[in-house]
């Protein structure tokens, strides 16, 4: 990863971390389960983003240095590297 | 939440906090950006299963104690709010 | 299902299968493959707007009935039988 | 698209256009309403193989085609589409 995408990500998990911490003050402090429930939605929320910025650089990067390569096994590698990425990655 | 419940969301989420730290570590590592996002569709597979775990409980104690109370707004409030989380919180 | 529910639901699976029909048309006129894919999405949408009303009328019908019936089995069947709706039917 | 995938997404999508007369059949006979949902998620599941095969052929053909292009706007433009698609085709 270049600098800058590293930092970006870097940050957003620190903040997923915090937003798990809250969630198990939340369960400590035995709050309402929609309200619990809601807040994973948050971190489910973030953690896409962060899935989003990695897959942007992925395809930017990696992928594109394997599609432009010279070796057809290299490509067919990527082309599957990349399904399994985005149906388990991607939600 | 009943206590066990509680204690089990309560492991959980300090195990979702381990694999967060961990994820900020490969970030730090310079790790291979699709073995990043695989370990992020880890965290979102343990967070399903703790929402998962907050929803039965939620069918089973607060929304059954709507449903079957005599005031037909608390059943309707329900409903509306069974819904919201079933579409944010479930995935 | 009350009429009303009834004929919503029909109306938009008739509208659904219209627009299966249109990607048919699509694929045989060879158009570009990520429209055929926008077009795919938006039969998600539309299957998911009536998966959302067939839930909201489970919930507000069968789901009741089965949770203040005197009967603790038929509200556990139904805990489970929501449990697996959700995550099977809800996207 | 070439001629095999052609046959294949369109042998897929004339199931599916049977399928959502299935469900109309599921509907009209008045047939319980978690049945229903049941059928639409296989519906969905149906339509995500047709997504899938589509997004192999769009990353094999087009995607590769736009990211080896000399005109770097091409292949911009394609990191755009696929990062669009992958979110909202792919389910």
Known sequence: M???TRENV???LARIEGQVRGLQRMV?????CADVM??????HE???AVGRE???H???HCATEAIRSDDPAQANAMYDELMA???KAVR
Chains 1, 2, 3, 4 share one sequence.
Not at 28 to 32: I, L, Q, S, T, V
Not at 38 to 43: D, N, R
């Open 58 to 60: 992925h395809l930017e």
């Open 10 to 12: 870097a940050k957003r």
């Open 28 to 32: 400590a402090e035995d709050r309402y």
């Open 46 to 48: 973030a953690l896409r």
């Open 2 to 4: 270049n600098e800058e």
């Open 38 to 43: 809601t807040q994973i939605a948050s971190v």
């Open 85 to 87: 990425l985005m149906y």
């Open 54 to 56: 990695l897959m942007r």
